[in-house]
């Protein structure tokens, strides 16, 4: 038998007595550390840190009625893409949450399939509010048609939002969004600086505010550098294959030296393209793409791609969500973070 005793977990009793308080202020520092003075603050926080105590958050539900959960909405997996951002975007979440003092509740996205329809795409949202299972959601989705965020402002529900309310330009929700263009002309003008005359664009097809955001970072910046964009614009949807078809066409007909791509999926296109002809990325071909993708990493040179601060993202939408259920005043004008380019051997 072992002569060790099992070590128990530290109550609010021995932070009490670390801290020279008493057990009421220890509360009052977890619960409302507005009353009291900051340097018995930073002393029931010592006393928190170094014995590792962790309010129980069961009694914390009981006496606020807050269950501390935060709902996000995940949408099935698109397969044949290159798209595993939102992997990355989550783990950052649930960090940025945990510090926070707040877990996150994953919920179906509905169907996945092309006939999904907005009551499929709100009803995860509608499961929950019933059910009082969640404090507040992030909504991810903020393309044009989306019924989710109006849905929530209209029931009043607390969320805050990855991205801008493109199709409402009177929303007042809290938002943060990466800036697309900013990310794109960054990119433009790293294969500029690298001498290509002709860069092409691959873009969306269809009416997504965020690939014309992306498109405009790529005008943007061929203006700024007096190179023509004329017959070097396609837009595709978002897949390898037809990245590898419109590649294969723009090389055939207008002969560019560069493709900037709206995302690795279509990027990866690009690159297939190249295989099939015996041409190497970077040398005979520059390509960048948006999202630096674990796939940008791997394939084979590198591929030079547009790095979302996801972990920011992650930060500052907690923050905005602490700053709403606390109803502190938020000014509608939104987070916008600036992008950074991670260079590989494909430019």
């Known amino acids: 038998m072992s002569d060790h005793t099992p070590q128990l977990p530290p109550t609010l009793a021995d932070v009490a007595e670390r801290a020279g308080v008493s ?8 619960n409302n550390p507005d009353l009291l003075r900051p340097e018995t603050l930073v002393r029931v926080q010592e006393a928190i840190r170094d014995l590792g105590y962790l309010p129980n958050r069961a009694a914390r539900h009981l006496r606020t009625r807050a269950s501390y959960l935060v709902g996000l909405r995940m949408s099935a997996a698109q397969e044949f893409t ?5 992997d990355r975007f989550v783990h950052a979440l649930v960090e940025a949450s945990r510090e926070a003092g707040y877990h996150v509740l994953l919920f179906s996205g509905g169907p996945g399939k092309p006939e999904t329809t907005p009551a499929d795409l709100v009803r995860g949202y509608d499961d929950l509010l019933r059910s009082t299972t969640v404090d507040a959601f992030i909504v991810t989705d903020t393309y044009l048609g989306n019924p989710q965020t109006r849905w929530l402002s209209e029931r009043r529900a607390p969320f ?21 263009a900013a990310g794109v002309a960054l990119a433009t003008e790293h294969l500029i600086e690298r001498g290509h005359e002709r860069i092409a664009w691959l873009g969306w097809s269809g009416t997504s505010f965020i690939g014309a955001d992306r498109r405009c970072g790529w005008e943007r910046a061929m203006a700024a550098a ?74 084979p040179y590198g591929l030079t791609s547009v790095r979302q601060p996801l972990e920011q993202v992650a930060v500052a939408l907690v923050r905005a969500l602490e700053a709403l259920l606390a109803r502190e005043p938020y000014d509608a004008q939104g987070v916008l973070l600036a992008p950074t380019l991670a260079v590989r051997g494909s430019s």
């Not at 290159?82 to 939102?86: E, G």
């Open 226 to 299: 007096g190179r023509s964009t004329d017959g070097l614009a396609v837009s595709v949807a978002d897949s390898v294959e037809a990245g590898r078809d419109a590649s294969a066409g723009l090389l055939d007909t207008v002969h560019p030296t560069g493709f900037v791509c709206a995302s690795d999926t279509l990027a990866v296109g690009v690159l297939h393209t190249l295989a099939d002809r015996g041409l190497r990325p970077g040398r005979d071909i520059a390509v960048v793409g948006f999202d630096d993708s674990q796939v940008a990493q791997v394939v």
């Open 160 to 180: 805050v939002a990855f991205g801008r309310p493109w199709a409402d330009p009177d929303a007042t929700h809290p938002w943060v969004d990466v800036d697309g």
């Open 82 to 86: 290159a798209n595993a951002a939102m």
């Open 23 to 30: 057990r009421q202020t220890v509360s009052n520092a977890i």
